[in-house]
């Protein structure tokens, strides 16, 4: 039987050994604890138990010292206002540029928007790379910079705006940006970060508010594209596919930097994955890390649409390709579920223990990954922790995706009833899910089919197939299996190839 369709986890499988009550995060999110009852790498051998710390302390080693400092002129000028612009940049400018911030305010520490450089240069460093070291130390560069101009220093609260989305704290985001926007309503490159955070809190119409203030404004060409792929993202949640997929290939076509361009090309490809069209998703990727070999996104995206056409050796090649310029926890985990599809047990075992390294070494660092622990409990773990986690989380941030993983969750434990509020609060676009999504379709559908609703679970596992037959290496199939009990034909899987 499939372990998807397996309500009872197996003895030992837990990473937690005794739930706790809800964490609650203060302002600020100052993290307090570290609860680690073995080395990730025990885990990772197969040997001892984590536990998921429940409030991690800000730790870790400092990141290598970055980039030479005779890092000026044109050059360093356009990396430096596309990292306060919150534009992507190449991964060896901001190497540079963190270099040369660094010794700047070591020799003017009153340099307040060095500092403000400075820590937008961490927080864009560490999305592109491991060094979740570096948001600890964005933080306290932000924060001083603040602290020696705290009056109209929008770049600083820009930046913490930032710090904040990346590390999940919405509100956090939320609070940052609005107060950057009422000392400068006109700086469009605070928007993103205010509807990234409104996405994240569940407050769809407030981002929708944001995008339309952002498209209002008159903007150059050279910020124009990013403008574009913010309201593809937008669009996307709403559900108007075509008009995400303009959007960002116009942003892609003018961008003005191979890395900005590869970025775009990255959300192109990823918008034509979730349409299960794999071809195109694989063309989007590839052209992306030809440009910036960098882009761990796009060769995770590789990965799937590999998978997705049969080429399984060349789909674990690139998962680990871009596991190997960052060790994101998400890659980790679509890894470990293509190994166990394959039936390679051992190897699924020993990334599920690289996934708990990597959650690790996030919480330290001050990242919520609730969600991610939360969707991992629910299928390969303790169900009934990744309850409480997802219902903690939906009390602080209820976006759709906690909303559907929460559901799914519920569904684990057997609380069917309530699982379908949940699910459908992600799938119905009048409750708020307008994004067209193969696996939130699917887990309807599998929630419905237990509730006896067969009309409805028909319907919605037949969504989820005809959205993208290729939407998860492990469920895609308990999909189809799914719909041929329920005395419907499934459409007929595609060939490999």
């Not at 080693?61 to 990396?79: C, S």
């Not at 500092?115 to 933080?139: F, I, N, Q, S």
């Not at 209820?398 to 069917?416: C, F, S």
Request: hydrophobic fraction near 45%.
């Amino acid at each position: 039987m499939c372990a998807l369709e397996n309500r009872q986890s197996g003895p030992g499988t837990s990473l937690l050994a005794e739930p706790g009550p809800p964490r609650r995060r203060g302002r600020g999110r100052v993290l307090r604890r570290l609860l680690v009852v073995a080395l990730a790498c025990g885990v990772a051998a197969g040997g001892t138990l984590l536990l998921w710390p429940r409030e991690p302390h800000r730790a870790g080693a400092p990141h290598p010292a970055a980039g030479p400092p005779a890092f000026a002129g044109a050059r360093a000028a356009a990396v430096q206002a596309a990292v306060l612009d919150g534009r992507p940049a190449a991964l060896p400018d901001l190497t540079s540029l963190i270099g040369a911030r660094e010794l700047r305010v070591r020799e003017h520490p009153k340099d307040a928007r060095a500092w403000a450089v400075l820590g937008a240069a961490y927080v864009a460093r560490a999305r592109r790379t491991d060094g979740t070291a570096d948001y600890p130390k964005a933080e306290q560069a932000l924060r001083t910079s603040l602290q020696v101009a705290a009056k109209g220093n929008t770049e600083a609260l820009g930046g913490l705006a930032a710090l904040a989305n990346a590390r999940r704290d919405f509100a956090e985001g939320r609070r940052y940006a609005e107060e950057a926007l009422k000392a400068a309503p006109k700086r469009w490159a605070t928007y993103p970060m205010l509807i990234d955070a409104c996405d994240g809190l569940g407050d769809y119409k407030a981002a929708r508010a944001a995008l339309d203030k952002l498209m209002a404004l008159k903007v150059g060409a050279a910020v124009r594209p990013a403008v574009m792929a913010r309201a593809s993202a937008v669009y996307r949640d709403r559900g108007w596919r075509e008009d995400a997929v303009a959007q960002v290939t116009d942003a892609a076509a003018a961008a003005g930097t191979p890395a900005e361009q590869a970025a775009y090309l990255t959300q192109a490809g990823q918008l034509a994955w979730e349409r299960g069209e794999r071809e195109d998703a694989l063309r989007h990727f590839e052209a992306a890390v030809r440009l910036d070999a960098d882009q761990w996104a796009a060769r995770a995206g590789q990965g799937r649409a590999l998978a997705a056409l049969g080429r399984t050796r060349d789909a674990l090649s690139a998962y680990r390709e871009a596991l190997a310029h960052r060790a994101a926890p998400q890659v980790s985990l679509e890894l470990a579920e293509l190994y166990e599809s394959l039936g390679m047990a051992e190897q699924a075992h020993t990334q599920f223990g690289l996934m708990r390294a990597q959650v690790e070494k996030e919480l330290a660092a001050g990242v919520d990954d609730d969600l991610l622990i939360g969707q991992y409990e629910a299928d390969h773990g303790d169900p009934e922790e990744g309850v409480q986690r997802l219902t903690a989380e939906w009390e602080r941030q209820p976006g759709i995706e906690v909303a559907d993983a929460l559901g799914w969750a519920l569904h684990r434990t057997g609380d069917d009833q309530e699982a379908l509020r949940y699910a459908s609060i992600a799938t119905d676009s009048t409750k708020g899910g307008g994004v067209r999504s193969a696996l939130y379709a699917f887990h309807r559908g599998m929630i419905e089919r237990d509730l006896d609703e067969d009309a409805s679970a028909r319907r919605h596992l037949q969504d989820a197939l005809r959205v993208n037959p290729y939407f998860s290496p492990l469920q895609a199939p308990v999909a189809r299996s799914a719909l041929a009990a329920l005395g419907e034909e499934p459409p007929e899987e595609p060939l490999p190839g």
